[in-house]
């Protein structure tokens, strides 16, 4: 396992009991107007740690979820969150190499590229295409700026945990090299992320 991705993991090992478990404000919203971009019932949550995500989508989309997430006590949380959910299935597995027997209509990856070097999400977005049908949905939402490196982790000042920022630019650059059409770019200041940014962005784009 690489260096960053085995350092992230640990920390949200160490993290799971302390992280918040319930969605913002913005992300509600946010994920409310990605509903209206896919018709479908098969949606891959990549980095889902404790699966408030996929309930959420279950719940008030109907659809199902499968989530991955290389943190083991993130997953044990997520399976106690979703045990009575029938049609949401959580996997161990690394997003540059997740593997599944269907195609999805939609993906997210709420706040998980932001551990991901350039490079490895470039294998992600690479692998996703495999994953998706033509035309699916994606929301990728990261955090604005050019940091990339290892930073105090804000629930466990005495860990550290690897982190990279965004442009506009960037991300645009990086999924139109891949086929994705970005359809939207929304932004966010946000009091929950400020010790890693300032702001957060929200990408919404299809799969080419």
Do not use: W
């Not at 699966?51 to 006590?73: M, P, Q, T, W, Y």
């Not at 029938?86 to 209509?105: C, E, G, R, T």
């Amino acid at each position: 396992m690489e260096e960053n991705i085995s350092t992230v993991r640990q920390a949200y090992n160490a993290i799971a009991d302390k992280y918040e478990s319930s969605l913002s404000e913005y992300e509600v919203c946010y994920f409310s107007e990605f509903f209206q971009s896919f018709e479908g019932e098969n949606v891959i949550d990549l980095g889902c740690g404790q699966g408030r995500i996929a309930e959420f989508f279950h719940v008030k989309k109907g659809v199902n979820i499968l989530g991955c997430d290389i943190s083991e006590n993130m997953l044990e949380y997520a399976h106690k969150r979703n045990h009575y959910h029938q049609n949401i299935q959580f996997i161990l597995s690394d997003m540059q190499s997740v593997a599944a027997a269907l195609k999805f209509d939609a993906a997210i990856a709420s706040f998980s590229f932001i551990h991901l070097s350039y490079e490895q999400a470039r294998n992600t977005l690479k692998n996703l295409k495999r994953l998706l049908k033509k035309n699916g949905s994606v929301y990728i939402s990261l955090l604005c700026g050019e940091l990339c490196g290892y930073v105090l982790d804000p629930l466990d000042p005495h860990a550290k945990i690897f982190v990279k920022q965004y442009t506009p630019v960037e991300i645009t650059e990086l999924l139109d090299s891949l086929n994705y059409k970005v359809t939207a770019i929304r932004y966010c200041e946000d009091n929950d992320i400020a010790a890693l940014s300032k702001e957060a962005m929200f990408v919404f784009c299809k799969n080419e």
